[in-house]
């Protein structure tokens, strides 16, 4: 793992501003490619997640091809119209709908389906990537969401699901998330920070012994048991090491002035601010490739929060169980407008930063949608999802169409497959898929 | 329980392990066939009920089905008569779960086929979905066997306070610990993988530089402020409320550092700060000042309150309504105009207006809450402040502050009491004319950190005086020899310590002195399986039971009941050899119910077998319930808590869990429910009259609200919630493409959402599984989404109800053909039911207690305890002593 870097210290990247210098890029990619001596930028996945669902009446286009006429909420992101495509018809067959979308948009799983479980979910798409996407960077992901933690079974607040079905705590503070990728730590001397690797690996050692003397006198069930733990400390060892490796890489310098880091989450602030402010971090992550696996929920399921500024009293929530009120689907449809208006904001951010011939936007591939769809009387089915797929053309995708597929046909899973193949991994399954997803290539 | 295989599920996502297991292993018996055995057997297999299949299903698939599916024809490739009712290999159980979905959906036979009778064809379904249950139970079994468990968040965060004697939460920020069987406390589902690792080695490292803190006694600070000190903040442009009165302070701890006192404002008088719960009034408290050490804090703030009583919220009212009538009459130009408003006015508004402020509960205003925050939102108490205005009071709250390097913090203090916006058709809503209860704060405190003892109590617990301790090495061995054997719950061997010794000359020479270098082997203590797990190793014959060691029952006792670490006494007896008698162990259960530490049981226990964890995720939505707030969210829980405790210490009857003539409530919940004189915050048991429609599980708001979907309620919910947790009869899952109930009936002006369902419910497929659900809920269809009472369903603004909407049907006719008029009744009839009742509770509590799922021969075994139970009075404390002095506790 070539972790070696040729940025220069005093170099920095002027925060939310779009003034990047192109050299400074290059040679960034010089170094996280240093291995494979290839200067093709790399690929990147961003997913993106609305809760409860969307006014699917107002969403949907109304014809499928090329050619489609953007429906009225898609209408938010006319500048843009090249740049995505609308998929229709997809769904996770596995998931139970409801309000667990957000545990499973990512998983694709039965979340009742494992025997002696009442709930186990499976590792996410965006984990899946990272294994091994994420060896070149910093950070092999990014979990964010507006609520942040992971939330409770059923009422997940992250999208992230490791390979042992653990829910990856997101963060929400733009301020930690700033912090932690471009904000070197220097609460410690070298000195200190590379004696508590040694301790550690000590530790582990110590614990490692321990453990064979405990395995030999325990039965087949108990030994598997510990054999997760086994193979926990084995891992950590190892995450030891690669955090050891990049001691001495300084993080990639950020100017904060223009950020609005502070900005907080929901009706506890001013909830534009706060999605562009995670949108300009995201953009940046993606432009130092401090990572290049993104996953960010806008909001939580059953709750959502007020939108007072758009002139709603309900609920996110309560408006998704709109029973086919007019009132309610329009609110319904003016907070779907407005999640595709700053969605607009960052699809305009990453199409204005270059690097080398292309747009950031052309390797980076964003998946945004719902795990329900609060349809026609409310109903929270897991079926027909609101989804739109943009960029990455530079990886092979093709866009600007609405892909409308019969219902119950096609699984979203073909999308993640698809996914995966754009970002470079000789994947052809996860989960429940049957293929690519026909004409998005 | 739901299934485990679904005919869409690919394979590769589910764990097989566990499915394939118990078919392949040998076995000494079926759980059929050892039903009545003495001794549990091990490995229980599938035996296909071969009877039933030949009198019910094969005939039935012989008249409609094998025409299509047969030796003649193999539609969709399938051929049902091979279909063999062996259902312990998974891919003959998927192919089960498809016939019996599209029997249930109706699309098989087809519509052009002759249609069966429908009796037979929901005996088949019902069978097809009950062999496919027994078939997955089966498959999770281990054998009776208590698996290797974990301690899950709750349990590892006990475990540290009463390790170490600090109480601080360490596992907060720990994944989410998975239930199986309807509890996070069992071993086959607790699992551990790298990032609990990580979390645990964070935690361990933290843990121990707290506890053992090396040098000088921390200085401690101190920062005040006074409500007056503030002034507008206009003067600092770019804020964005100007009417916040701030001021920017040096910081007397921090060079060239200044925080931000907010205070005061408009509401400012004789130096004391009134706050009412509204929008953008004054607020108290600092923002952005720098800890200047880590540890515990404490906030002080001097307070009162002024409780206006309803007179006083009648008369405010309605003065500001008389304000408004007057402006609507000077703005009419014409004398008859006036007249129509004078009489409309009299006729309709004055009269309303009355009658909701004369009546509506919310107007005997409880005292106001004081809510303490930091600057990250995090709470760090709410207390209601009943201190009057002549008698002012100074109320503390204790915080951990350990920022990180550059973080800025702060406390703010605002009132948190909730008004139902009931009112918000009347015009004066925010004004502040209007009487809500006042929380007064003269002055807000901070101090910290607090440093009583030093070293700290901790430290000398950890590294204790000893004659060994000029010799380091000796001194080690003692430290880690008592540390490890408290950890380990047991006494640490002599291997075990030198291993720790070894570590701790490794890192030796690294470290400035003894108490940093002692830390590491501590963290590997804290971090190793012998810590993590509840260990009890086996013996080498894997299909025999053993019995539990001194050490190890004394855990299972103390997990039990207090989800912690056995305490000196029960290490005692343990040490003594005692710990078996049965004797010892009921005096124990009452010794260790008695302690404040089973607090911890009531919570465990019922915030799952109630499912009062739930409570909150899906809340009921602020604009159709305006009633819901966050006193009453914690107060739900509390009363359900309260009531189990109620049973559970004064050993009352569980039948009091059906129904009972009392209820465990505080003021807020008083006031809730419209039961009179219930003041403080405190819960205590209040006699309810019928008048009242209050008394057992059923009736409380926790219980209501998590079985509503937050907009609605949800007879379905409700109807499940009984049968699983009351009745334990679990419903199958609903297939896989249910949906919702339809939003509107056709020719129904007001469809009630029981009308709904009803509409559901005509629906074949649908019939056969809700004719049992859903008689329950509508049991409960007086009681709204919020847990209120009501009398009919709401179609007003905002689901407001009037005189004109549909009143509630709460009748039902049971499968049984009982049929009740309303949810009195229903209660009654669910007090006939008692020994389904208590054997459903056996069964939770009894999973509970093993922390593994109940398996089919374990079921004499809980009747026995059922019987039992039943025999003593159906009291509670009897139950856990059988549990706790049967085979099944007592083994591994």
Not at chain 2, 17 to 42: K, M, Q
Not at chain 2, 294 to 319: K, N, Q, S
Not at chain 2, 859 to 883: D, H
Request: aromatic letters at 8%.
């Amino acid at each position: 793992m070539p972790i070696h870097t040729q940025l220069d210290r005093r170099t920095f990247l002027r925060g939310a501003g779009v003034s990047l210098a192109l050299p400074l890029l290059d040679a960034m990619h010089s170094r996280t490619h240093a291995g494979n001596a290839d200067k093709t930028p790399p690929a990147r996945m961003v997913f993106l997640y609305v809760p409860n669902g969307v006014n699917i009446a107002k969403w949907v286009p109304a014809t499928p091809g090329s050619d489609y006429s953007l429906s009225p909420t898609l209408e938010a992101l006319r500048d843009h119209r090249k740049e995505f495509s609308i998929l229709s018809g997809l769904g996770h067959p596995n998931s139970k709908g409801g309000h667990s979308g957000a545990d499973t948009f990512l998983t694709a799983a039965d979340l009742e389906g494992t025997p002696g479980y009442d709930y186990r979910n499976s590792i996410s798409i965006d984990q899946f990537a990272a294994e091994t996407v994420g060896l070149h960077t910093r950070f092999p992901s990014i979990e964010l969401s507006t609520s942040g933690g992971t939330g409770s079974p059923g009422h997940s607040h992250t999208l992230a699901f490791s390979r042992d079905a653990v829910p990856l705590p997101a963060e929400n503070s733009p301020r930690a998330v700033f912090e932690r990728l471009f904000v070197n730590d220097t609460g410690e001397s070298r000195a200190a920070k590379q004696r508590r690797f040694e301790e550690d690996r000590s530790i582990l050692d110590a614990l490692l012994g321990q453990s064979r003397q405990l395995e030999n006198r325990l039965g087949t069930r108990d030994r598997q048991k510990l054999d997760e733990y086994l193979t926990s400390v084995r891992e950590v060892e190892r995450r030891v090491k690669r955090a050891e490796s990049w001691m001495d890489v300084p993080k990639p310098e950020v100017d904060a002035k223009s950020l609005a880091l502070d900005a907080r989450p929901e009706e506890r602030g001013d909830r534009q601010t706060y999605e562009r402010v995670m949108y300009d971090l995201i953009c940046l992550a993606l432009q130092t490739d401090v990572t290049r696996v993104v996953s960010f929920a806008l909001g939580r399921e059953a709750g959502g929060g007020y939108f007072s500024e758009l002139g709603l009293s309900a609920n996110h929530h309560e408006l998704s169980h709109h029973g086919g009120d007019k009132d309610m689907l329009e609110g319904l449809f003016k907070i779907d407008r407005f999640h595709l208006e700053q969605l607009a904001y960052f699809l305009g951010k990453l199409k204005s930063q270059q690097e080398g011939e292309d747009a950031l936007l052309d390797r980076t591939m964003i998946l945004y949608g719902s795990g329900m769809n609060s349809g026609a009387g409310g109903g929270h089915s897991p079926k027909n999802l609101p989804l739109l797929f943009a960029g990455g053309r530079k990886l092979g995708l093709k866009l600007s169409s609405h892909l409308a597929f019969a219902e119950d046909s096609t699984p979203l899973s073909n999308v993640f497959v698809t996914m995966l193949q754009g970002m470079g991994l000789e994947h052809d399954r996860f989960v429940d898929s049957r293929g690519t997803l026909t004409g998005l290539t | 329980m739901r299934l485990a295989f679904r005919p869409t599920t690919a394979l590769a996502t589910l764990v097989a392990s566990s499915w394939f297991a118990c078919g392949a292993r040998s076995s000494v018996g079926s759980d059929r066939e050892t039903a009545n055995a003495s001794a549990p057997a091990l490995a229980p297999v599938f035996v296909p009920d071969a009877q039933a299949y030949r009198e019910l299903v094969e005939p039935y698939f012989r008249r409609h089905c094998i025409g299509c599916h047969g030796p003649d024809a193999q539609e969709g490739e399938f051929r049902i008569d091979q279909l063999l009712p062996d259902l312990s290999e998974r891919h003959v159980a998927e192919k089960w779960l498809e016939v019996v979905n599209r029997i249930n959906k109706g699309e098989m036979p087809p519509a052009d086929e002759p249609r069966p009778d429908a009796k037979q064809q929901d005996a088949v379904a019902t069978w097809i979905a009950g062999e496919l249950r027994r078939a997955a139970k089966i498959a999770q079994s281990t054998g009776g066997k208590i698996v290797l468990r974990r301690m899950n968040r709750a349990e590892y965060n006990n475990t540290i306070r009463d390790l170490i004697g600090m109480d601080f939460s360490p596992a907060a920020d720990f994944p989410e610990d998975p239930p199986a069987f309807g509890f996070d406390n069992v071993g086959s589902a607790l699992s551990i993988s790298p990032l609990h690792f990580e979390k645990y080695l964070r935690a361990a490292r933290e843990i121990v530089d707290r506890a053992i803190v090396s040098g000088e006694r921390p200085k401690s600070f101190l920062w005040r402020l006074e409500v007056e000190q503030a002034h507008p903040s206009n003067q600092f442009p770019g804020r964005r409320s100007a009417g916040d009165f701030e001021l920017w302070v040096d910081d007397p701890h921090t060079p060239r550092h200044r925080y931000l006192i907010k205070g005061g404002g408009r509401d400012v008088q004789d130096g004391w700060l009134r706050q009412t719960g509204g929008r953008g009034e004054g607020q108290a408290g600092f923002r952005w000042f720098k800890i200047p050490a880590p540890g515990e804090y404490v906030v002080r703030i001097r307070a009162a309150a002024h409780i206006p009583t309803r007179a006083d919220v009648l008369r405010t009212a309605t003065a500001l309504k008389q304000a408004e009538y007057d402006r609507e009459l000077t703005r009419l130009d014409s004398d008859q105009k006036r007249q129509q408003l004078r009489e409309r006015w009299d006729r309709y508004v004055w009269p309303a207006f009355r009658r909701h402020l004369e009546t509506y509960p919310d107007y005997d205003y409880g005292a106001p809450r004081m809510k303490v925050a930091t600057d990250k939102g995090i709470i760090v108490g709410e207390v209601s402040v009943d201190a009057p205005r002549n008698e002012p009071h100074v109320y503390e709250f204790r915080y951990e502050f350990h920022p990180q390097p550059r973080e800025l913090d702060g406390i703010n203090v605002t009132n948190n009491y909730a008004i139902p916006r009931e009112i918000e058709n009347l015009s004066f809503g925010d004004n502040p004319g209007f009487a809500r209860p006042e929380l007064w704060i003269d002055w807000v405190e901070l101090e910290g950190p607090v440093v009583a003892d030093w070293p700290l109590p901790s430290q000398r617990r950890l590294l204790f005086d000893s004659p060994l301790r000029d010799n380091e090495t000796s001194y080690a061995r003692e430290v880690l020899d008592r540390f490890a054997s408290r950890a380990y719950r047991r006494p640490a061997t002599t291997g075990e310590i030198d291993g720790l010794l070894e570590l701790l000359r490794e890192v030796r020479a690294s470290k400035p002195n003894f108490e940093e270098a002692i830390k590491i082997p501590l963290i590997a203590v804290l971090c190793s399986p012998h810590f993590l797990y509840l260990v009890e190793p086996s013996e080498p014959a894997e299909n025999t039971l053993r019995e539990l060691d001194e050490w190890e029952l004394a855990s299972r006792l103390s997990y039990f009941l207090w989800s912690s670490m056995p305490d000196e006494e029960l290490f005692a007896l343990a040490r003594a050899g005692t710990m078996h008698d049965p004797d010892t162990l009921r005096a124990q259960v009452d010794r260790m119910l008695a302690d404040p530490k089973s607090a911890a049981f009531v919570r465990n226990f019922t915030g799952q077998w109630l499912g009062l964890r739930q409570v909150g995720a899906n809340p009921p939505g602020r604009d159709l319930f305006p009633r819901y707030d966050d006193h009453l969210e914690t107060s739900m829980v509390g009363e359900s808590e309260a009531f189990f405790a109620e049973i559970l210490h004064h050993d009352l009857d569980v039948k009091h869990f059906l129904k009972s003539d009392f209820v465990v409530i505080n003021e807020r919940l008083a006031r809730f429910y419209a039961i009179p004189d219930v003041k403080g915050d405190k819960f205590r048991r209040v006699p309810v009259d019928p008048q009242h429609h209050r008394g057992g599980l059923l009736t409380q708001a926790s219980i209501l609200t998590i079985t509503s979907n937050g907009t609605r309620t949800s007879p379905v919910i409700r109807g499940k919630w009984i049968l699983d947790n009351i009745l334990g009869d679990p419903p199958p899952p609903p297939p896989p493409d249910a949906g919702d109930i339809a939003p509107k009936v056709p020719g129904i002006n007001k469809a009630t959402v029981r009308v709904r369902l009803e509409a559901h419910r005509q629906i074949a497929a649908c019939a056969s599984c809700h004719s049992k659900i859903d008689p329950l809920g509508f049991a409960l269809e007086n009681f709204n989404a919020d847990g209120t009472w009501r009398d009919r369903e709401g179609f007003g603004y905002k689901g407001r109800i009037d005189d004109q909407d549909p009143p509630i049907d709460a009748s039902g006719t049971l499968p049984d053909g009982t049929t009740f008029a309303t949810f009195e009744e229903f209660r009654e009839l669910l007090l006939h039911r008692e020994d389904e009742f208590l054997a459903a509770l056996t069964e939770k509590l009894t999973t509970y207690a093993l922390g593994r799922g109940i398996e089919y021969s374990d079921r004499p075994t809980l009747e026995e305890f059922r019987r039992a139970m039943k025999r003593e009075g159906n009291s509670l404390r009897s139950l856990i002593r059988q549990i706790v002095t049967s085979r099944l506790f007592l083994t591994k």
